[in-house]
């Protein structure tokens, strides 16, 4: 069945440092991958998506690539700041949203 | 707009009981997915319902079931609780249905604790 597999669970980075999150999927057919960050006792929010025919997309500290060969796409936020402490979902589409299990991303001061 | 509600916001159940739990997407949304969220597990797809239809349904038993009105609000049901079905239901809704790569737009969750 439809699966993604999300890594690392957890990461934990210096303040100003780079934070790469990697998910890969296994429904060739997907063609929507969104991200979502989820802060304590929140609702996730998106953050940013891609569709499949761009292999990238960035939008200020935050980007996202997508290599459909490889069925893999991954997350970037450079100059991490403590407020991007949270879980990051990622999740991939043909008929209905499959999510990664989550990276809890710690970005100390 | 105002987004998308859940109701109650916390629950607590005993086994055996059942529970409804209710969702209400952003206006104009006729949309409405369901994911149970547990420690480790992630967001899992529960059913997807578009214009009252159920368009979708995931990897749970018959005890989870769903409804939407022609208001798209949304509506989930779990009968014969268990104590594994403790967790967090979030719903969301979209525009357009599972297969467009429209954005999902998240409730706040309802809480459920079976004890």
């Known amino acids: 069945g439809e699966n993604v597999e999300q890594h690392p669970s957890t990461l934990s980075v210096q303040e100003g440092d780079s934070a790469v999150i990697k998910c890969t999927y296994s429904?060739?057919?997907?063609?929507?991958f969104p991200w979502y960050k989820q802060e304590l006792g929140k609702r996730p929010q998106l953050i940013i998506d891609?569709?499949?025919?761009?292999g990238e997309k960035k939008d200020q500290r935050i980007a996202v690539t997508l290599n459909k060969t490889a069925k893999h796409f991954s997350l970037h936020i450079t100059e991490t700041q403590p407020e991007d402490s949270a879980v990051y979902f990622c999740?991939?589409?043909?008929?209905?949203?499959?999510f990664g299990t989550g990276t809890r991303l710690q970005v100390f001061p | 707009k105002a987004g998308v509600t859940q109701t109650p916001r916390y629950l607590i159940k005993t086994r055996g009981q059942q529970v409804t739990l209710s969702c209400s997407p952003i206006?104009?949304?006729?949309?409405v997915s369901w994911y149970q969220q547990t420690p480790g597990q992630g967001l899992q797809f529960l059913f997807e319902?578009?214009?009252?239809?159920?368009?979708n349904k995931g990897n749970f038993p018959g005890r989870f079931s769903g409804r939407q009105f022609s208001n798209s609000r949304s509506e989930m049901n779990v009968s014969t609780l268990e104590l594994g079905d403790s967790a967090l239901y979030l719903c969301?809704?979209?525009?357009?249905?599972?297969?467009?790569?429209?954005?999902?737009?998240f409730g706040p969750g309802t809480r459920l604790t079976v004890l």
């Open positions: 319902y578009f214009s009252e239809t159920q368009r």
């Open positions: 429904d060739s057919a997907s063609n929507y």
């Open positions: 969301a809704s979209s525009l357009m249905p599972g297969g467009q790569a429209d954005t999902q737009y």
């Open positions: 999740a991939a589409s043909w008929d209905k949203l499959i």
């Open positions: 206006s104009g949304h006729r949309s």
């Open positions: 891609i569709r499949s025919n761009v």
